[in-house]
C-alpha cells in the first residue's frame, strides 16, 4: 500500500496572528503562504459578538483571496481565516493595545463569566465559502488589584481580545472553560480540521473524520 500523502492544493493563513500558525502547526499543516489582512475590525453598531466573529472572519478571508488570485503559485489554493472575539454579555471586548483598557477588562472578568467566539471561514478561488463560529464559556477567578497590576506588568494582554492570553500566565485566572481551548487562542482546531477535511484537504493523511 502507498502510504504517502496524497498532493496538498496551496493553503494560505489569512494571518498575522503567531499563535494561528502555530496551532495549524500543532495539527501537523504547514500553509503554504501567510496573507495578513488589514481590515478595520470596528463592530457594527448593535452588532452581536458571534456575528462580529462570523463577519471578520469571512472578511479578512476574502481579502486575502483577492490577493491569492493575483499569484500564479497560489492558483486553486485554500484561504484559512479566524476571529476572535471575547464578550461578557453582549458586550464586546477590544482587542487591548493600551494598559487601561487591559485593566478595565481584567476587572470587568474577574469573578464573572464570559464567552469566547472564534470564527473560522474557508473559502476557496472559485467563490466557495464554509464558515463556522466555535462558541466557548470561561469563568475567571476573582482577581486581586496585585494579580491585576502583575498581569498587567508580564504585557501578554497585548493585542489580545479581552485583554488576556489563556495560553500564558493567564491560564491561571480560568477557572472554568467549556468549549474549545484551541478557540479561544484563536483557532479552534477540531472545526479547523473538519473544513479542511470537507474540502478534501488531507489532514492527518485524509484518515481524519473517517469512520473505519
Ligand atoms: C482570548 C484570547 C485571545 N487571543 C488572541 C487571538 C487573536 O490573535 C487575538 C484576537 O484578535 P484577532 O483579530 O482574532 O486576530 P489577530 O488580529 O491577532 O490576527 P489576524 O487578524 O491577522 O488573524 O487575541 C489569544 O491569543 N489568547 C486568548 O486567550
Not at 489554493?77 to 487591559?102: F, H, N, Y
Not at 469566547?116 to 482577581?143: D, H, M, P, Q, Y
Request: glycine fraction near 10%; hydrophobic fraction near 40%; aromatic fraction near 6%.
Amino acid at each position: 500500500m502507498d502510504k504517502s500523502l496524497p498532493p496538498r492544493r496551496p493553503l494560505v493563513l489569512a494571518s498575522a496572528s503567531p499563535r494561528r500558525l502555530a496551532l495549524l502547526q500543532q495539527i501537523g499543516i504547514e500553509p503554504t503562504a501567510l496573507l495578513p489582512t488589514d481590515l478595520d475590525e470596528t463592530p457594527r453598531r448593535n452588532e452581536a459578538p458571534r456575528a462580529l466573529a462570523s463577519r471578520l472572519a469571512l472578511e479578512k478571508a476574502f481579502a486575502a483571496r483577492d490577493v491569492a488570485s493575483k499569484r500564479d503559485d497560489l492558483a486553486d489554493s485554500l484561504i484559512l481565516a479566524g476571529d476572535t472575539v471575547v464578550c461578557v454579555g453582549r458586550r464586546i471586548l477590544p482587542k487591548c493595545e493600551i494598559r487601561e483598557e487591559a485593566q478595565d477588562c481584567l476587572r470587568l472578568l474577574s469573578g464573572r463569566a464570559h464567552r469566547v467566539f472564534t470564527g473560522i471561514a474557508l473559502c476557496t478561488s472559485n467563490g466557495k465559502t464554509r464558515e463556522r463560529v466555535v462558541e466557548s464559556r470561561l469563568r475567571f477567578k476573582r482577581l486581586s488589584g496585585r494579580e491585576v497590576e502583575m498581569y498587567l506588568a508580564t504585557d501578554e494582554w497585548r493585542g489580545k481580545a479581552g485583554g488576556y492570553a489563556i495560553q500564558g500566565q493567564a491560564a491561571m485566572f480560568v477557572a472554568r472553560l467549556i468549549g474549545s481551548y484551541s478557540g479561544v487562542v484563536g483557532l479552534p482546531l477540531y472545526e479547523t480540521a473538519a473544513l479542511l477535511v470537507g474540502e478534501g484537504y488531507p489532514v492527518l493523511g485524509g484518515r481524519f473524520g473517517d469512520s473505519g
